[in-house]
């Protein structure tokens, strides 16, 4: 139910998002996709790929309403036709010329930024909530500097600490360039709670992160300048040592991607809590999120590790269940009346049904969000 909150302003309706679906259906279509998908030598999958997003998008609700998604999947086909075609020239095209391999992955980098827009474009203008679009008008060169500068030069020569303001002005980006018909979203993300989860996660996680590393290179130094004395022939004690690195090196593989989903899961919900609580849609409307970074944690990990023992059967239970866990702790708070809100965004947001071309198709086709 939707409650009433009073400020000095005006009155504001708060509707909670929720999620109406369910595991079962969604394995199901999933195992169908799947099973058609060997069948078809995966041509159903863009069948597939349309019917899993319109299942999340329609159960996915607020006020009463759920999201729709217009994508066509003859559309997602041939976007995917044509990058394997195009991964396939270049492969022929190396094999004569060698020196076209050196240019490619500099033509890739140069349209990364340009893909990323298609992309959200894409997924955006073929979303729709009663009935208006929404739609995305990002630059290529503001993406070119988030997506290609930064990363490439900004984080590692500051040594990674300024992550989160890059995650700051990657996120900052993807809402302000958002549209939903003619009304524009805007958000200025608070820095430093970011800031703060960052720092607690190289105490807790990087520290021990790189004294484990530096345990592992000392031993392997150690070893090396060993079996130099002795002549390159090891002894036995040698030997056992070299053995016993195996099971290390396996643990520490383990413990590092361990390690670096509960760090990307806390950060990750941090953000999504400042950032949403922090976006405004043009006429004052404002949203909430209360993720329980802790919870959440828990979520991730338990699911994830119940999707792994089960290869991969429960991994649609899984997404499922997180979205949901999402979704219930997230809010649209309206300002005035909703209704009379989506009735001036219908009647001004025509433009933001436009079709979309066949290179939208390839946009989602090479990266598939």
């Known amino acids: 139910m939707s409650s009433m909150v009073s400020d000095n302003a005006s009155p504001t309706v708060v509707h909670p998002f929720s999620f109406d679906g369910n595991g079962v259906e969604y394995f199901l279509i999933c195992l169908?996709?799947?099973?058609?998908a060997i069948i078809t030598l995966g041509i159903y999958d863009a069948w597939g790929t349309v019917e899993r997003r319109r299942y999340f998008w329609g159960n996915t609700k607020v006020a009463g309403h759920g999201f729709d998604y217009h994508a066509r999947p003859v559309q997602i086909l041939v976007g995917r036709l044509i990058i394997i075609g195009i991964l396939i020239a270049i492969q022929l095209i190396g094999a004569f010329f060698p020196l076209f391999s050196l240019i490619f992955p500099i033509a890739f980098i140069v349209l990364l930024p340009w893909i990323y827009n298609r992309v959200l474009e894409f997924q955006l203008g073929n979303t729709s909530y009663r009935n208006i679009r929404f739609r995305f008008a990002g630059s290529y060169w503001h993406a070119f500097l988030l997506i290609i500068v930064m990363p490439v030069f900004v984080l590692p020569l500051s040594l990674g600490l300024l992550y989160p303001l890059y995650a700051k002005l990657l996120r900052e980006y993807t809402i302000n360039q958002t549209f939903f018909g003619r009304s524009s979203f805007f958000v200025s993300i608070p820095v430093g709670p970011l800031f703060k989860v960052f720092a607690l996660a190289v105490v807790v996680f990087m520290l021990p992160f790189f004294a484990?590393?530096?345990?592992?290179?000392?031993?392997f130094v150690t070893?090396?300048?060993?079996?130099?004395?002795?002549?390159?022939?090891?002894?036995?004690?040698?030997?056992?040592?070299?053995?016993?690195?195996?099971p290390y090196f396996a643990g520490f593989y383990v413990a590092a991607i361990i390690g670096f989903l509960i760090f990307a899961?806390?950060?990750?919900?941090?953000?999504?809590?400042?950032?949403?609580s922090a976006t405004v849609v043009e006429g004052g409307h404002t949203f909430g999120s209360d993720v329980p970074v802790m919870g959440y944690l828990w979520r991730v990990l338990s699911r994830g590790f119940l999707a792994t023992v089960s290869i991969g059967l429960l991994l649609p239970w899984a997404r499922v269940d997180l979205h949901r866990y999402l979704m219930g702790h997230t809010t649209l708070h309206a300002k005035g009346d909703l209704d009379r809100f989506i009735g001036e965004g219908e009647n001004a947001g025509g433009a933001a049904a436009?079709?979309?071309?066949?290179?939208?198709?390839?946009?989602?086709?090479a990266i598939g969000i």
């Open 32 to 36: 169908r996709t799947f099973l058609l």
């Open 212 to 219: 484990i590393v530096g345990y592992g290179i000392y031993e």
């Open 223 to 246: 070893l090396a300048m060993e079996v130099g004395k002795s002549g390159g022939g090891a002894s036995g004690e040698i030997q056992q040592r070299v053995a016993s690195m195996g």
């Open 354 to 365: 436009a079709e979309y071309g066949i290179m939208d198709g390839i946009a989602d086709g």
């Open 265 to 276: 899961t806390v950060f990750n919900t941090v953000l999504r809590n400042v950032a949403v």
